[in-house]
C-alpha cells in the first residue's frame, strides 16, 4: 500500500499534500497571531479608559502619546469660536438611514496662549443656521 501512495504516479498530489499541510499550519499560526495581538489592544484600550483623566494645561504634552491614546481628557480654557470650522458633507449612519450634516471643529485656547482643537459634535444639514 505505501509503495502505491509513494509511487511516480502519486507524486504531484503527494506534494499538493504535503503544500495544503504546510499552508494550514501556516494560517493557524496566522489566527492566533492576531488573536494575540487583538486580545493586547483590547487589554490596552480598557487600561486607557479606566486610568485617571489626563489634565491639559497647555497645549503641549510629553512626547509618550502611546501612553495618551484612548484616554479621557480634561481641559480648562476659551472656545475660539472666530476660527471654528464646520467640515461640510459627513455621513453620520444611524439604523434609520444616513443623515447629512457637518462635524464643528473649535479651538480651545489654554491662558499662555497655545490652543488644541475639540470635536464640538455633528450638526445635522438641516439645522445649518447661524443660531444653531
Known amino acids: 500500500m505505501l509503495g502505491l501512495i509513494f509511487s511516480r504516479r502519486w507524486w504531484l498530489t503527494n506534494l499538493l499534500v504535503l503544500f ?13 497571531d492576531r488573536y494575540l495581538g487583538n486580545r493586547a489592544f483590547a487589554n490596552h484600550l480598557t487600561a486607557m479608559q479606566s486610568a485617571v483623566p489626563l489634565t491639559l494645561e497647555t497645549g503641549l504634552q510629553p512626547a509618550g502619546l502611546a501612553g495618551m491614546e484612548y484616554r479621557a481628557v480634561q481641559a480648562t480654557g476659551t472656545f ?8 461640510k458633507n459627513q455621513i453620520w449612519a444611524q439604523a434609520w438611514g444616513n443623515d447629512t450634516g457637518y462635524i464643528l471643529i473649535t479651538p480651545l485656547l489654554f491662558p499662555d496662549g497655545s490652543a488644541v482643537l475639540v470635536d464640538r459634535g455633528w450638526i445635522p444639514l438641516k439645522d445649518n443656521t447661524p443660531a444653531t
Open 80 to 87: 475660539d469660536f472666530t476660527h471654528q470650522i464646520a467640515v
Open 20 to 32: 495544503g499541510i504546510g499552508l494550514t499550519i501556516r494560517l493557524g499560526i496566522w489566527q492566533v
